[in-house]
């Protein structure tokens, strides 16, 4: 149950972000052992750097957004 009464639409994005945030976080990790770059945010607006940044920042506030609105 979420204690931040919002849209439907609202919670959507931010879970679609925080997942898309920890498949990227995974994919970062997994690449490390393997000794390469799997960064995908970077791989696909790694040209944009404010856009990149812009989306590390949503994820996080997704992220925040998740855990004060969830009551268990």
Do not use: R, T
Request: no cysteine; glycine share 12%.
């Amino acid at each position: 149950m979420y204690l931040l009464s919002s849209h439907p639409f609202m919670q959507f994005v931010a879970w679609l972000l925080v997942v898309v945030g920890a498949l990227n976080w995974g994919l970062v990790g997994l690449g490390y052992f393997l000794g390469s770059d799997w960064n995908v945010v970077y791989m696909i607006l790694g040209s944009f750097p404010v856009v990149e940044a812009l989306v590390y920042v949503l994820v996080g506030l997704s992220g925040l957004y998740m855990l004060v609105g969830y009551k268990k």
